[in-house]
């Protein structure tokens, strides 16, 4: 089953026996094994028992807290991997390392390539589509990174990338009620905006769990900064997987007019935008069925899932980080 999200609010979340149980005015409307559980995202107002978070975190189930809209509220974590020697690489490359910059280029590289191939997919899609600025500037970034020497750095060819890969993202909405102008957030003002804030989130909570596994600690990163509270090495390996999962969904939600204008509402103060009740599922089913999609991993050779990809790309990085291969290859489809 994979991630399990709860969006209905005032739900009642408990356990009976060794399986979840989901209740509302006192009637089961979700019953499923722990077993099958990799992870549980409670979006909007919901109760837990505090048995039932016992039991999460004796299974090592992560449990994440979103507001109705994909706004990251909490995260209940289970018990820190043992792996210390893991750790010990990892903050011995912190800051200007070489091992820093060197796994920085590769997130950013993989961003990059996977911006690019995006677009060029769409064109041979679309052979009106002119996307060839987007490409260069994209095609100009990527040759760059060879030669950056610093983390900022690194962070200006990554913000120059995604700028011109957002400057083509209109031309890849093929309907006529829904268009895209610019990334913002913290609130998203429009429909494409707040399916992409969502689909990060829901990313960034895949991505923690994969990497807590492995053994990293999720807080110390290489390409975005220390801030309190922020798990910036989740968001650092985000960033392969952004254009091929979040970006992908969001453009087959609205091409295959799976989500229509209706599905969205406004806050009249705020002026954010969220999905419905019944939008929102439409849209975490998109993403489920996104994660459990096969491909054939480019270094290993061999079908996976983009769930499975998550932590195979977070042991990849262990790998490098303990010098037991010399590379750190970001997940880049070709």
Same mark, same amino acid.
């Given at each position: 089953?994979?991630?399990?999200?709860? $969006?209905?609010?005032?739900?009642?979340?408990?356990?009976?026996?060794?399986?979840?149980?989901?209740?509302?005015?006192?009637?089961?409307? /979700?019953?499923?094994? #722990?077993?099958?559980?990799?992870? +549980?995202?409670?979006?909007?107002?919901?109760?837990?028992? !505090?048995? $039932?978070?016992?039991? /999460?975190?004796?299974?090592?189930?992560? /449990? $994440?807290?979103?507001? %109705?809209?994909?706004?990251?509220?909490?995260?209940?974590?289970?018990?820190?991997?043992? %792996?210390?020697?893991?750790?010990?690489?990892?903050?011995?490359?912190?800051?200007?390392? !070489?091992?820093?910059?060197?796994?920085?280029? *590769?997130?950013?590289? *993989?961003? +990059?390539?996977?911006?690019?191939?995006? /677009?060029?997919?769409?064109?041979?899609?679309? !052979?009106?589509?002119? #996307?060839? *600025?987007g490409l260069n500037q994209l095609a100009t970034a990527i040759a760059n990174l060879d030669q950056a020497t610093s983390i900022d750095s690194i962070r200006g060819l990554e913000g120059a990338g995604s700028a011109a890969y957002f400057s083509c993202f209109n031309q890849l909405i093929r309907v006529d009620n829904f268009q895209f102008h610019t990334r913002n957030r913290r609130p998203p003002t429009d429909p494409v905006n707040s399916l992409l804030s969502l689909g990060y989130a829901l990313l960034r909570h895949d991505v923690q769990g994969a990497i807590n596994i492995v053994g990293f600690d999720p807080y110390l990163g290489y390409l975005h900064t220390e801030r309190y509270g922020r798990p910036s090495l989740a968001l650092d390996l985000m960033e392969e997987f952004r254009p091929v999962i979040v970006d992908a969904v969001v453009l087959t939600a609205i091409n295959r007019r799976i989500l229509v204008p209706t599905d969205f509402i406004t806050e009249p103060l705020s002026n954010a935008v969220s999905l419905t009740k019944e939008g929102l599922h439409k849209f975490l089913r998109l993403y489920q069925e996104k994660k459990q999609t096969k491909f054939k991993h480019p270094v290993m050779q061999k079908q996976y899932t983009y769930q499975e990809s998550f932590e195979?790309?977070?042991?990849?990085?262990?790998?490098? #980080?303990?010098?037991?291969?010399?590379?750190?290859? !970001? #997940?880049?489809?070709?």
């Open positions: 089953m994979g991630t399990v999200y709860i $969006t209905q609010e005032d739900a009642f979340i408990g356990k009976v026996d060794e399986r979840l149980n989901v209740k509302y005015e006192k009637k089961t409307i /979700l019953d499923v094994p #722990l077993i099958k559980i990799d992870g +549980l995202v409670v979006m909007g107002r919901a109760s837990i028992s !505090p048995a $039932t978070i016992a039991e /999460l975190v004796n299974q090592k189930i992560p /449990l $994440t807290f979103l507001t %109705n809209n994909g706004k990251y509220i909490a995260r209940l974590e289970p018990e820190m991997s043992k %792996n210390i020697f893991l750790r010990s690489a990892q903050w011995k490359a912190k800051g200007e390392s !070489p091992q820093a910059i060197h796994a920085s280029k *590769g997130f950013v590289r *993989g961003k +990059l390539k996977n911006y690019r191939y995006s /677009l060029l997919k769409s064109q041979r899609s679309y !052979p009106d589509l002119d #996307l060839n *600025g195979l790309q977070a042991r990849l990085l262990a790998k490098y #980080l303990m010098g037991e291969i010399e590379k750190y290859p !970001p #997940l880049v489809m070709k």
